[in-house]
């Protein structure tokens, strides 16, 4: 399973390029949430290959919803073809392709694929994780105050401005520096090789972190919920970190449920 994850997401890669360099069309699913054509023929690109090779397994992809029903292994395959379209729609080279796969509510692989840098993520239960075939390990970080974390924004960021802002100023406080790329999967990936030492963010889906998530954990993260509770593919919210640093995060994430 997953050498076809990292076929498809390979695949799915060419597709998003290929498309990034002779055009494409953009719809509206929300006021700032875009989906384009690169979004759909990748996803069925990947749904198809799954389809051809593993027809009892159930797949749940962002733009196509659920389709199959669970095995007897209870195998589900959760994509998301182009993580990063507001990027994409840009030209902004800061996108990617991933797949988890789940077994029984648990993430047990996952691969992510960024074309823009030919960098291929993946990781099974067990086995460690890996960055173009190497070994990835999470930083040393220890101090909050030397980290570099990064975070996101979900689609009702408007509605819920103030909401989320607080947490923005209480790491930029409390850091060496916090980032947005616009790409949660990348973001995940770049805590599990190091170049992050932790990831914040609410409002997130499946598609989002289900590859992230045993990619993280097998590079010798720690991944939780904002609140530090247990984690799971179907949480709107997720805190990742090196581990080293987790308790920390929680600590200034409580800080601010108790300024209201």
């Not at 949660?184 to 409002?203: L, P, Q, T, Y």
């Amino acid at each position: 399973m997953i050498d076809l994850a990292i076929r498809a997401a390979r695949e799915a890669g060419a597709i998003l390029q290929d498309y990034a360099a002779r055009g494409f069309q953009i719809e509206n699913k929300g006021r700032i949430n875009l989906v384009t054509e690169a979004d759909l023929a990748s996803e069925r690109h990947i749904t198809q290959l799954i389809g051809s090779h593993f027809p009892s397994h159930r797949i749940l992809a962002e733009e196509g919803g659920a389709s199959g029903h669970p095995g007897e292994d209870n195998y589900v395959w959760i994509i998301d073809p182009l993580d990063g379209t507001t990027n994409y729609s840009h030209g902004f080279p800061c996108y990617a392709v991933s797949i988890g796969i789940e077994r029984h509510g648990k993430a047990v692989a996952g691969v992510i694929y960024d074309p823009t840098r030919d960098e291929l993520f993946a990781a099974e239960r067990g086995a460690g994780a890996t960055l173009n075939g190497n070994k990835i390990r999470v930083s040393a970080v220890d101090h909050l105050e030397r980290a570099l974390v990064v975070s996101g924004f979900p689609y009702d960021v408007r509605e819920r401005m103030e909401e989320y802002l607080p947490a923005w100023r209480e790491f930029l406080k409390h850091t060496q520096g916090a980032r947005r790329l616009g790409a949660a999967a990348i973001d995940m990936c770049c805590v599990a090789s190091g170049r992050m030492d932790g990831f914040w963010e609410n409002g997130l889906n499946p598609w989002d972190t289900a590859a992230g998530w045993v990619i993280i954990e097998e590079a010798g993260g720690r991944v939780t919920k904002l609140d530090g509770s247990p984690f799971d593919n179907y949480s709107a919210s997720l805190l990742c970190t090196n581990g080293a640093i987790h308790d920390q995060m929680l600590a200034v994430l409580a800080s601010l449920k108790n300024e209201r």
